[in-house]
C-alpha cells in the first residue's frame, strides 16, 4: 500500500475519500497506481513526485511537508548567502570563528562545571561527539556511483550516440556559461537552492496544468527537432558519409 506522505497533493483526494468511511482494498490501491501511471506527466515520470525525489526527510525538506525543519534550512543558506557574498566574511575567517566559540564553549562547560553542580545538585556529563565510519563509507560509495554515472553520461553524449541528448547539452552548457558572468558562484548556488525550494512545490499544486501545459509544448519541440534534422542533420551526415567515400576512392 502507498504511503500516502508519497502521493502528490493533486492525487490525494483518492487515498483520502478512501480512507474515510471504510477501509482500502489492495485492488483500488492498484487501480490508483494504474490510473497514475497513465497520466501524462512531466518528463514521463510514473512515480509520485515524494517519491521521484527521494523520498524520506529530503523530499519532506523540499517539499515543505515539515515546514519547521523547510524554513530553518532556508534561513541557514541565506544567512551564510548574506555572510559570504553581502558582508564580504571569508570561509576560514568564518571557520575559525565557528572554531573559536565552540572551544570556548566547551572549555568554560568543562571547568564551570563543578561550580554549576553544587547549585543544581546535578551531575552534568560532557557528551563525547564520535562520528560513525559508516556514515563516511556510504558517502564514499554514493559519490563514486554518482562519478561514474555522471561519466557513463558524458560519454555517451560526447561521443554522438545521441544527437538529441548531445543539443541539450550544449545548450544547457552554453546557458550556464552566460549565467555564470552574471553571478558569483555563491549566488549561483544559492539562485539553484532557492528554484529547488520553490518549484517543486509549485509543480506539486499546480501539478495538472503543468503537465497539460508541458506536452503540448514537448510535442512542438518534436516537431521542430524532425525539421531541424531532417534539413540540417541529417544533410550534415551525408556530406560527412560522402567526403569519406570520396577520400577512401
Not at 1 to 18: E, H, R, T
Not at 69 to 95: N, P, R
Not at 128 to 135: R, S, Y
Not at 199 to 222: R, S, W
Request: hydrophobic fraction near 45%; glycine fraction near 4%; proline fraction near 2%.
Amino acid at each position: 500500500m502507498l504511503d500516502p506522505v508519497d502521493v502528490d497533493i493533486a492525487d490525494s483526494d483518492f487515498l483520502k475519500n478512501q480512507c474515510d468511511g471504510y477501509e482500502s482494498s489492495d485492488s483500488e490501491i492498484d487501480n490508483y497506481c494504474m490510473a497514475f501511471t497513465c497520466k501524462n506527466r512531466l518528463f514521463g515520470r510514473q512515480k509520485p513526485l515524494h517519491v521521484v525525489l527521494g523520498g524520506g526527510l529530503c523530499a519532506d525538506i523540499i517539499l515543505w511537508r515539515n515546514k519547521q525543519i523547510s524554513a530553518y534550512v532556508c534561513m541557514g543558506a541565506t544567512t551564510i548567502w548574506i555572510l559570504f557574498e553581502k558582508l564580504g566574511y571569508h570561509l576560514l575567517t568564518f571557520v575559525c570563528h565557528v572554531t573559536i566559540i565552540f572551544m570556548v564553549t566547551l572549555f568554560l562547560w568543562s571547568n564551570l562545571s563543578s561550580y554549576i553542580n553544587i547549585f543544581l545538585r546535578t551531575a552534568t556529563d560532557i557528551p563525547e561527539v564520535t562520528i560513525p565510519k559508516d556514515l563516511f563509507v556510504s558517502t564514499a560509495v554514493c559519490l563514486t556511483s554518482a562519478y561514474n554515472c555522471a561519466l557513463r553520461t558524458f560519454g555517451h553524449v560526447a561521443f554522438g550516440k545521441d544527437s538529441r541528448a548531445f543539443l541539450s547539452a550544449v545548450a544547457l552548457l552554453w546557458v550556464l556559461s552566460i549565467v555564470g558572468r552574471w553571478y558569483s558562484f555563491l549566488s549561483f548556488l544559492y539562485i539553484a537552492f532557492l528554484i529547488l525550494m520553490t518549484l517543486p512545490l509549485l509543480y506539486e499544486c499546480l501539478e495538472d496544468t503543468v503537465d497539460t501545459f508541458a506536452e503540448k509544448a514537448l510535442i512542438e519541440i518534436k516537431k521542430q527537432y524532425a525539421v531541424l534534422d531532417e534539413k540540417v542533420l541529417q544533410n550534415l551526415k551525408k556530406k560527412v558519409i560522402s567526403d569519406k567515400n570520396s577520400k577512401q576512392q
